[in-house]
């Protein structure tokens, strides 16, 4: 992923003026993607696990959506905002992040939604009226066939998982470049992302299209969710790939530099099939060649034809 880009590149706005460039050291970075993937697991299976999916089916998804809005914008600048391994994944093969950077992009994350989930768990203990806590975490898990609400099969959720990352890491990767000029919208644009797949999945299988939560909900559901977690690593990998393919396509394919369409054409240049140079290695015009160019361009002295009169001077010079 790989090219090294400057900070301004991940999420927002670029630094300001005369701002510090520096960016952040990787505690802090790594700091930041544990806090905000806690928040999003707090908030993406907190809600749904204290109300009634089936009687007010919208406050789950959009707190999920909100929650990683307020994650992007409150620590957002310092790593980038990706609390999700599917979106960092998608950075490594755009070239956003080194891989080693991401690997510990990774363990940041898990622990985060790992603590999120041991906190939601010890919530649930304290509530008197649900006997068994880890059977009320499973109806926050991901899963598909029996485990699904709407029983969809293994070769559904599948699709919906690929299809929805490609859609979250695409939006993610197009809002936080550095050449988007409206870069600043990008929390609240992944964040209404991430809402509406997560309205469109939810009853298909819990679809979370993130691995760190669907980790989370695994480790505290029982042996039939971690029989499943498989299927939401494998296509949300599978889905990042497919953005991070197309936007490192997009930028390899730059538009040529304003520099090289300002040289006016009446320089000479030296052709390579007739050099036999690399294009890299044909010879430039110098200076000299290059200002007499312009000014002859901007009307001002340049190289001149000789005038009709010089002609007719030397003419009858000669004939003396």
Do not use: C
């Not at 992007?72 to 070239?95: Q, R, W």
């Not at 790992?114 to 109806?139: E, H, N």
């Amino acid at each position: 992923m790989t090219l090294p880009v400057p900070a301004s590149e991940t999420i927002g706005a670029g630094p300001a003026p005369g701002a510090d460039s520096t960016r952040p050291r990787l505690a802090a970075r790594l700091s930041a993607e544990a806090f905000g993937t806690l928040i999003i697991v707090v908030a993406g299976l907190g809600v749904p696990l204290f109300t009634l999916p089936q009687s007010s089916p919208l406050p789950a998804p959009l707190a999920a959506g909100l929650a990683l809005t307020a994650a992007m914008l409150a620590v957002g600048y310092l790593s980038g905002g990706h609390f999700n391994p599917a979106v960092t994944l998608g950075g490594v093969i755009a070239g956003r992040i080194r891989p080693l950077e991401a690997a510990a992009y990774l363990g940041a994350q898990l622990a985060g939604a790992a603590l999120g989930g041991v906190a939601l768990f010890g919530v649930l203990r304290t509530v008197p009226t649900i006997d068994d806590s880890q059977a009320a975490f499973a109806t926050v898990a991901a899963g598909f066939g029996e485990h699904s609400v709407i029983q969809v099969p293994m070769a559904g959720v599948l699709l919906v998982e690929v299809l929805g990352t490609a859609l979250l890491v695409a939006v993610f990767l197009g809002t936080t470049s550095k050449r988007n000029p409206a870069r600043a919208a990008a929390p609240f644009a992944v964040g209404l992302t991430m809402a509406v797949l997560l309205q469109f999945g939810q009853a298909i299988g819990n679809v979370p299209f993130n691995p760190a939560r669907a980790t989370a909900a695994a480790l505290f559901s029982g042996p039939n969710a971690l029989g499943q977690l498989w299927l939401f690593w494998v296509a949300p990998v599978v889905g990042a790939a497919i953005a991070g393919l197309v936007f490192r396509g997009f930028a390899q394919s730059s538009p040529p530099s304003a520099a090289s369409s300002r040289v006016p054409s009446s320089v000479p240049t030296s052709r390579p099939e007739s050099t036999g140079l690399e294009p890299a290695e044909q010879a430039e015009p110098d200076g000299d060649e290059l200002e007499t160019a312009a000014r002859a361009a901007d009307g001002g002295p340049g190289i001149e034809a000789p005038a009709a009169d010089d002609e007719a001077r030397s003419f009858f010079d000669s004939k003396r």
